[in-house]
């Protein structure tokens, strides 16, 4: 009979020992003493005595020290945050949101979507604050949320509200607010997007007409730059025409100017040449009439001599002899009788046939 426990005995009873001892330290302390951080997890290891924190998100097993630290996890993971529809079916799927325009008329948005987590530098807040594990993804952007939208978009009226940049500054703004409300527990606002506004159908006919209005408005701004720029082109191009219509006018001008200045000189030569054959001709003429009147003269000057002589002849015979002589020259006198018409108006006219 042995008095003594052989080797392996007393090693598997040392190490039953061990384990009934970390089990009852696993136990008794209140995070036990393997720590396992997941993909989607953050833990935080607190000192009991200090108070010291780290945050670790680093995936693995860590041993902890039984009574002196104690450990926290947190899932760090992202949420969505939706408004949808007219039910609210949990903390992050409630109902659609409505809005009170700055007109007073009423805007709702049929989809809201906000993507929002847990800010990795404010772990331990997010803990201290909400608590550990999905905590921090019940009630509190619920509580934000709405408000922060309505002040952002409710500052538009109807008409406004539907512009893409006024829905791009909502939007932005409500980040900023909602990034502002959550981030004193810890969280931040990823992503917010929201879909078109939405009206009472009465309303929604006139935004719709706007609409329509002011794409055929734009439409007309359109039409009316390309006119203007067309203009200019145009114009360019009636200046050039007008320039090169210019330059050929008088190209005309000037060949036409020369052509004249070469008829006004042929026309002042022929003339020059056709006075000189007058002038010729005249002086001719005249030569011939001057010779030929010195000659009538000279035959005149005779016949009137010799009619003198005569008359004196007669005047020495006596008053008889001359009244015969001038009877004897009416002899010769031819008398020419016409009959005259009597016209309208007392005018009298001699008929063109008469008799000798």
């Known amino acids: 009979m042995r008095l003594f426990p052989s080797f392996v005995e007393c090693l598997l009873g040392f190490v039953a020992g061990g384990g009934l001892v970390l089990y009852w330290l696993n136990e008794s302390s209140g995070t036990g003493t393997i720590l396992e951080t997941s993909d989607h997890e953050v833990t935080a290891v607190v000192d009991s005595f200090t108070g010291d924190v780290q945050v670790d998100d680093t995936p693995g097993f860590r041993l902890l020290r039984p009574f002196l630290e104690d450990a ?164 360019a191009k009636i200046e050039r025409d007008k320039s090169l219509e210019a330059a050929r006018m008088r190209s005309k001008f000037v060949l036409d100017l020369a052509e004249a200045k070469r008829l006004a000189l042929r026309k002042r030569d022929a003339a020059d040449r056709d006075q000189g054959a007058r002038i010729a001709a005249g002086t001719r003429q005249l030569d011939e009439m001057l010779s030929r009147a010195d000659s009538l003269v000279t035959k005149y000057t005779s016949e009137a001599e010799g009619l003198q002589a005569r008359a004196d002849a007669l005047a020495a015979k006596g008053l008889m002899a001359v009244r015969r002589a001038l009877v004897d020259g009416l002899s010769n006198v031819q008398f020419e009788i016409r009959p005259f018409e009597v016209f309208s108006g007392g005018v009298l006219r001699a008929n063109q046939t008469g008799t000798h």
Not at 89 to 99: M, Q
Not at 129 to 142: E, N, S, T, V
Request: hydrophobic share 40%; proline share 3%.
């Open 72 to 235: 926290y996890s947190l899932v760090k993971s992202p949420v969505e945050y939706a408004m949808n529809g007219n039910e609210w079916k949990n903390d992050n799927f409630v109902p659609r949101l409505s809005v009170r325009a700055a007109d007073g008329s009423t805007v709702w948005f049929e989809d809201v979507r906000i993507q929002y987590g847990v800010s990795p530098d404010r772990a331990w807040d997010v803990m201290r604050d909400q608590g550990g594990d999905y905590a921090w993804r019940h009630g509190l952007m619920d509580a934000y949320a709405r408000s922060a939208l309505r002040a952002a978009f409710g500052r538009f009226t109807a008409e406004e509200v539907v512009r893409q940049d006024n829905l791009r500054a909502g939007r932005l703004e409500a980040k900023a607010r909602l990034t502002e409300l959550v981030g004193a527990h810890g969280l931040v606002v990823l992503e917010l997007s929201t879909s078109a506004p939405a009206f009472p159908k009465e309303y929604e006919s006139v935004v719709q007409r706007r609409q329509v209005a002011e794409q055929e408005k734009m439409k007309i701004d359109q039409e009316l730059e390309q006119l203007r720029a067309s203009r200019d082109d145009r114009l």
